[in-house]
Nanobody, 124 residues
Framework: QVQLVESGGGVVQAGGSLRLSCAAS????????MGWFRQAPGKEREFVAH????????YYADSVQGRFTISRDVAKNTVYLQMNSLKAEDTAVYYC?????????????????WGQGTQVTVSS
């Protein structure tokens, strides 16, 4: 069982930066692939990024590649999403999720544990 709590959302101007954090409970945090997803108003939830259990590799959606960076701190049981050069279209509720499957996935159905979400609003 993993519990996830996101923080760090807020309102930022276009071109600005935010760092989201996701604190995980449980001693098995290091065994999970951790992902970030987002849901904009009126749209379906979509994949943003994930990082493998060992932190050796990560994968990004094309829309955020080169602007967002996912990382994890095993000692702190925390995963981060650094978001730079934010655009109005990045406005969404951002969710942290944990996947116990050995092969990382960008499919949200693979993720069994979810946080409550944190709102990111980018003003243009």
């Amino acid at each position: 069982q993993v519990q996830l709590v996101e923080s760090g959302g807020g309102v930022v101007q276009a071109g600005g930066s935010l760092r989201l954090s996701c604190a995980a409970s449980g001693r098995t945090f290091s065994t999970y692939t951790m992902g970030w997803f987002r849901q904009a108003p009126g749209k379906e939830r979509e994949f943003v990024a994930h990082i493998r259990r060992g932190g050796s590799s990560s994968y990004y959606a094309d829309s955020v590649q080169g602007r967002f960076t996912i990382s994890r701190d095993v000692a702190k049981n925390t995963v981060y999403l650094q978001m730079n050069s934010l655009k109005a279209e990045d406005t969404a509720v951002y969710y942290c999720a944990a996947d116990s499957n050995p092969r990382p996935s960008f499919n949200q159905d693979s993720y069994a544990y979810w946080g409550q979400g944190t709102q990111v609003t980018v003003s243009s």
